[in-house]
């Protein structure tokens, strides 16, 4: 009975040979075939994902740079422009405070005139009345001693 068991695995194992044989070969051509290329494969998938994303993140940081950069450009773009609005502003309060400079004078100077025109016709109405003061006295004392002329002559 052992011997038969014996035998009988004997004949296995020599029957199982050239199946022991094929399985090699197969694996043998799945590591040259299959596992070395999907191996590199895989490596070079990694590769180019963990170069994508080095590359995302240096295009990031330089997003973040040109963000930077162009905020201080803005800044310094609203700094002028305020400082030029600024300067307009006092170039119109300058110009404003020269014309109400020139306004006033030229009202200072029509002012003097009208002062010295109405100076003048007031020195000219004086001697006016009085010149008719004394026509006028003369008139009122006719008036009120004619007779008196009268019997005086």
């Known amino acids: 009975m052992v011997d038969e ?3 009988q695995l004997g004949e296995l194992v ?3 040979v050239p199946t022991m044989i094929i399985f090699l070969v197969l694996v043998a051509a799945y590591r040259f075939i299959l596992y070395g290329p999907l191996v590199r494969m895989l490596a070079e998938r990694r590769a180019r ?3 994508a994303l080095e590359a995302a993140h240096a295009a990031i940081a ?3 740079a040109k963000t930077q950069e162009y905020e201080a450009k ?3 773009a609203r700094a002028e422009i305020f400082h030029h609005r600024e300067l307009r502003v006092q170039q119109w309060t300058a110009q404003k405070e020269a014309a109400l400079a020139s306004a006033r004078l030229v009202a200072q100077e029509r002012v003097a005139q009208a ?3 109405i100076e003048s016709e007031a020195a000219a109405a004086r001697k006016h009345i009085e010149n008719s003061a004394g026509q006028l006295a003369a ?3 006719h008036a009120v001693l004619p007779n008196r002329t009268q019997e005086a002559g």
Request: charged share 20%; no cysteine; net charge positive.
């Open 74 to 76: 803005l800044r310094a």
């Open 62 to 64: 330089s997003a973040d």
């Open 5 to 7: 068991l014996l035998r």
């Open 14 to 16: 020599l029957g199982s």
């Open 115 to 117: 002062r010295t025109v």
């Open 49 to 51: 994902t963990t170069g």
């Open 139 to 141: 008139q009122v004392l």
